[in-house]
């Protein structure tokens, strides 16, 4: 992809590494059915110097839905043990490529962080090019994270409800195809399967190809294939809240920028008595 500010090219990191001011972060996660786990493979080797942001750990723990956004208190001193500082520059990158950075650079920026890129083709572009690696758990600095979330990015269940019911808002599911029209078995035992009455569907897959982003025609081209007015606001949603980040930052690419994302999402929804729809998206009618 051309070049774009949310985004830091492996070559500008393998020769800021080490700079001060600088936090390079590994948002490492995996799907609960892969049995991976980020934090052993963090240990294993990363990125000299990154330290490890744990999605799961650095949530809303009295939340029954899997890593919810905390408290800007808990955050507040996740991110200072980490030493990771609110005006530090922070490069966040993950070992798929693009999968689970994007949920960590939108958490940051949404507790007020301001200076946060994701590492264009992340760990395996790096590893791809030879640049180095460690092993172990890396050295921890002092930083001051005063943590203030911006409430206006999240949305709530019933935020997503009444939005949709009105028609102030769209929703954009990232989940695949056969899962959102419900013809595949939800990966978290007790959910129903569909989508959200009224929701749109544009998979990721869409718009990540070998582990980058694609390129803002081709974001563009499948926003409008999935039945999206950019023009009007858009809630990004998922499985439970991780890939949504995903549609966020290909939204905000194209200039688009989400009105909100739905952090419970499928997760929230498929658990609860709200309506499900299956099938593909309805048609909706042109204005």
């Known amino acids: 992809m051309s070049y774009d500010p949310r985004f830091v090219s492996t070559e500008w990191l393998a020769a800021h590494l080490g700079a001060p001011n600088l936090v390079i972060v590994d948002a490492s996660w995996h799907m609960p059915a892969t049995g991976r786990s980020g934090r052993a493979e963090y240990l294993e080797r990363h990125i000299p110097g990154a330290v490890f942001f744990d999605i799961d750990a650095i949530s809303d ?3 029954p839905l899997p890593h919810m956004l905390p408290t800007e208190i808990v955050f507040r001193a996740a991110m200072e043990s980490l030493g990771i500082g609110r005006t530090m520059k922070i490069v966040v990158y993950d070992t798929a490529g ?13 507790f007020g962080a301001v200076d ?4 264009d083709g992340g760990f395996p572009k790096w590893l791809a090019e030879g640049h180095p690696v460690e092993a172990g758990e890396p050295t921890i600095y002092p930083a001051s994270f005063e943590a203030h979330l ?11 409800a009444t939005r949709l019911a009105n028609g102030s808002a769209q929703v954009l599911d990232a989940r695949a195809a056969e899962r959102f029209r419900g013809e595949a078995p939800e990966p978290r035992a007790g959910l129903r399967a569909g989508h959200i009455p009224g929701a749109r569907n544009l998979p990721v897959s869409e ?20 039945g ?5 606001p858009v809630i990004t949603s998922c499985g439970s809240g991780v890939t949504a980040a995903i549609l966020w930052l290909a939204l905000d690419v194209i200039g688009a920028r989400p009105k909100a994302l739905y952090d419970g999402s ?19 009618p042109k204005d």
């Not at 994007?102 to 920026?109: A, Q």
Request: without cysteine; hydrophobic residues 45%; charged residues 25%.
């Open 150 to 160: 911006d409430k206006s990015w999240v949305a709530s269940i019933d935020e997503v």
């Open 98 to 110: 693009l999968f689970s950075a994007p949920r960590v650079w939108w958490t940051l920026k949404a």
């Open 266 to 284: 499928w997760t929230e929804w498929g658990g609860s008595d709200r309506p499900v729809a299956t099938g593909p998206a309805a048609t909706l």
């Open 228 to 232: 999206i007015d950019t023009g009007r």
């Open 207 to 226: 718009v990540v190809k070998n582990g980058r982003l694609v390129d803002s025609d081709a974001i563009r081209a499948a926003v409008d294939a999935a």
């Open 116 to 119: 946060v890129q994701i590492l």
């Open 61 to 63: 723990t009295s939340s």
